[in-house]
């Protein structure tokens, strides 16, 4: 056969499958800058490089990076990703971040007394913060991540606990004490047990707020649900009228725990279910694992 014959269907092929592929992106990008544009209203963060473009430019920029980032079909874009995406790229951190006290000194170096003095100094800022707070809910989020470095001091395991119960607090302070909690707080914490279970509390109760329920399903710690753990994933999986994002937190869920029997146990109801059939592959990964 004359190759340039075989080129033509060839090259039109190539030009479909890079217009479908287009597509594609064009459709994720319309899913995922409306999440981004609700992260960016809630937070009130704005690109250093174009502070005083419109929101949805804002967001259809940061979902174009979010695609590029991830391709086509990759990471989930749920809320919690999507918010996770933009503080981890472009996220402002504070003078306070990683145990440096605001006159920028590393408090490590000054040995246990200084430490205590800028942990507790932390705390009792955030807790002078007024509770309509505004403005400063900035502060809050830089004062919650200078306390990354003393998740497991008592004084901070009792602020982050009351920042996770309460809610009437800031949504993003209460995401960042769950972010805290699952990736700092160690068996060290006087409070560990009663920490990972706060957060397992608001990823099971659907009254609560959905963007914190989000990132609670997403930080979950395996042990620490109490006796109706897996009843509780159990319940969200299938609770079709539950928020999508924070069933695939417990589907995530599956795919770390160790408990190899709940899994199996599961593994019928889902292949058989009209969303989670469709993860045909994450369930053959579930199988095997």
Known sequence: MNPLVLAVPLRALASDFTISIRRRAQRANEHIAPGLQT???????????????????????????????FG??????????????????H????????????????????????????????VRRYRALPPDAGDDDEVRIELLQALESYAND??????????????????????????IVHLYVDETSPLE????RAVWDLFADRSEDALVRQHASQNLDAGFGGD????????????????????HGAFRY????????????????????????????????LATA
């Open 91 to 122: 996220g402002r951190h504070g003078s306070l971040r990683a145990g440096r006290d605001a006159s920028g000194n590393n408090a490590h170096q000054h040995g246990g007394m200084r430490r205590m003095t800028a942990a507790t100094e932390a």
């Open 154 to 179: 008592a004084e901070v395991g009792a602020l982050l606990g009351e920042i996770l119960r309460a809610r009437g607090e800031y949504d993003l302070a209460r995401i960042e004490a769950i972010k």
């Open 228 to 247: 109706q753990e897996r009843a509780v994933v159990e319940r969200v999986l299938f609770d079709d009228g539950d928020d999508l994002d924070v069933r």
């Open 39 to 69: 992260f960016f209203e809630r937070a009130r963060y704005r690109y250093p490089d174009m502070p005083n473009a419109p929101l949805p430019v804002q967001a259809e920029a940061a979902a174009q990076q979010y695609a590029q980032t």
């Open 254 to 285: 599956l795919r770390g725990v160790t408990d190899a029997a709940f899994v199996r146990q599961m593994l019928p109801r889902l292949r058989g279910h009209a969303h989670w059939s469709r993860y045909r592959d994450a369930l053959e990964r």
């Open 72 to 89: 086509v079909g990759g990471l989930h874009p749920s809320s919690a990703n999507l918010t996770a995406f933009v503080w981890i790229r």
């Open 193 to 196: 047990q009663a920490l990972k």
